[in-house]
């Protein structure tokens, strides 16, 4: 697929894969295939540039493509790699204000490394020209989208000039994980280990009210806050002078989930919700507890979407 993509393109393009002796789970891998192939070609359409254009720039003409697979932990790490040209964030950041996903002064105020994530963006392209490699305003969302569905994640890393890196966590299986196990009213939950930063003791009077929502300062920096009983359309226990916080990350996300009671860390089989109760938001499965109580499994991603946790961050700066 590499070797026909540069001959199209015009480029010349060394490939190496490192990891071959990598193994993961047949259902991930039926999940990343698709993800991983949008990567390598994003890669020889954007990234690497034509020997002429590398020439220019003092570079090698033929681009180097690196796609490599290891262990960590738990967990297998996928890496797409080019030394391409790089994302620029200042384009990003003057497309996000074209398209009127963000003002001017918000999209100033964004980071280069927030400003490089925006190509997760639905519907979010680049490309001046249409072709049919890439900039149809699909891909990268849905890249995203197929990972998280996994328990995985994807970062983007890159300099301009000097290329792009892409690395995916993945869980060595979809059946396992650790979680933290939280109360909430007289229902257990499980947060997975993996998003848990710390737990923290809150008092009411800390609390503070935006325009989004609440958020808590912490060692200075602000906390975006998320009631489950409210995202559930629980009655809240909101009233309470101290209250447990559970902060979570995901990606460069970090936000605090208000519950009642901590319960411990327990290793948990997950369990699908079945074609009857379909995808529920902010659920990503539910598990079988050792009394038979089946705990619901949250799932960090779809909270930062259904809480509005990313809007909220920047208003609050």
């Known amino acids: ?12 393009i060394d490939f190496v894969i490192e990891g071959h002796e990598t193994e993961l789970d047949r259902n991930v891998i039926e999940v ?32 180097l ?83 998280e569905q ?22 060595l299986t979809l059946a396992i994980i650790r979680a933290l196990m939280v109360e909430l009213g007289a229902e257990q939950f499980a947060l997975p280990l993996a998003n848990v930063v710390e737990t923290i003791h809150a008092r009411a009077g800390e609390i503070m009210q935006i325009k989004q929502g609440e958020v ?13 009983a409210r995202i559930f359309g629980w009655e809240d226990s909101g009233d309470k ?12 996300n970090k936000f605090g989930v208000i519950i009642d009671k901590l319960v411990g860390e327990l290793e948990i089989v997950i369990k699908s919700l079945g074609k009857y109760l379909g995808r529920v938001p902010c659920l990503s499965g539910a598990t079988i507890l050792g009394d038979g109580q089946v705990a619901l499994i949250i ?5 930062i979407k259904e809480a509005g946790i990313d809007k909220r961050a920047y208003t609050a700066r």
Do not use: W
């Open 241 to 252: 002078e101290r209250m447990y916080v559970v902060v979570l990350c995901v990606g460069d």
């Open 32 to 63: 990343i295939g698709d993800p991983l192939i949008h990567l390598i070609r994003n890669s020889v359409d954007h990234g690497i540039e034509t020997p002429e254009e590398r020439a220019r720039h003092g570079k090698p003409g033929a681009g």
């Open 216 to 228: 808590i300062v912490i060692r200075g920096q602000v906390l975006p806050l998320v009631r489950l």
């Open 1 to 12: 697929m590499v070797r026909d993509l540069a001959q199209k393109l015009g480029k010349e």
């Open 150 to 171: 996994i328990n995985g994640t994807v970062e983007v890393s890159s300099a301009v000039g000097s290329g792009t890196t892409f690395t995916i966590k993945l869980p």
């Open 65 to 147: 493509l690196k796609l490599k697979a290891s262990y960590m932990e738990n967990h297998i790490i996928i890496t797409v790699q080019d030394d391409g040209k790089g994302i620029d964030p200042a384009k990003l950041r003057a497309k996000v204000v074209e398209k009127g996903l963000l003002d001017r002064e918000a999209a100033g105020r964004m980071t280069d490394r927030e400003a490089i994530k925006l190509i997760f963006s639905p519907g979010f392209s680049t490309a001046v020209e249409v072709s049919d490699l890439s900039g149809r305003g699909v891909g990268m969302d849905i890249v995203r989208s197929r990972i």
């Open 299 to 303: 799932d960090a991603r779809s909270l």
